[in-house]
């Protein structure tokens, strides 16, 4: 099963239990019903947020400096300005 299909999966599960049980077939307490369930999908997709939020910032901050690549790359733009002042374009 592929990544997608199941996530789609969970998904669509999710969905179906949160309908059931919005729709009152399975009974809860009252409180329930009428206070927590109603705001749960927002409650959901800003703690979805939040975690990426953090994920993408933990990333940023632990993101490793590689001089390698640094002097690989301006080694590539030096040839490359090199060869278009060959060909007669004025760079720089």
Known sequence: MTRA????KFALI???VYFVL???VLPLPSKLQDEVLPVLPLWAIVTLGAYLLFKLGYG???FNDVPEAHR???K???QAKTD???RGVTVD
């Open 72 to 74: 690989e790359l301006m």
């Open 84 to 86: 278009l002042r060959r």
């Open 14 to 16: 999710t969905a179906v």
């Open 5 to 8: 299909s199941e996530s789609l």
């Open 60 to 62: 940023v901050f632990s």
């Open 22 to 24: 919005l729709s009152g």
């Open 76 to 78: 590539q733009i030096e």
